[in-house]
């Protein structure tokens, strides 16, 4: 599995980005997906995940309302639509792949759960 992170840049306080994951290699509504982030000095946190088929989503109290997570399953894509951004956004995105096929319990909210990881896009938001 590949996973192709991109959308990120520099946006003011109050602004909006998109931020998309191409992904390939594998059937990606096999995959359960999620976006974590990690800011300077700080450990990768958890932002949003949605489930192979886009029927479930979760967020992190810090972004619920503010950030949308959602999946194209025919293009192979994930996105994540940030409105109302601050400056406590600014991080290195990425996007994650677990396999929904997976013996093991998804906990989505947890960095190890997830198989493989793109590159990491930047986000800067300006105050």
């Known amino acids: 599995v590949q996973l192709q992170a991109s959308g990120g840049g520099l946006v003011q306080a109050g602004g909006s980005l998109r931020l998309s994951c191409a992904f390939s290699g594998r059937t990606f509504n096999m995959y359960h997906m999620g976006w974590f982030r990690q800011a300077p000095g700080k450990q990768r946190e958890f932002v949003a995940a949605?489930?192979?088929?886009?029927?479930?989503?979760y967020y992190s109290d810090s972004v619920r309302g503010r950030f949308t997570i959602f999946r194209n399953n025919a293009g192979s894509t994930l996105s994540l639509q940030m409105y109302s951004m601050k400056p406590e956004d600014t991080a290195i995105y990425y996007c994650g792949a677990h396999w929904a096929g997976a013996s093991t319990t998804w906990d989505e909210r947890r960095e190890s759960a997830y198989d493989f990881w793109g590159q990491g896009t930047q986000v800067t938001v300006s105050s």
């Open positions: 949605i489930d192979w088929d886009g029927g479930r989503t």
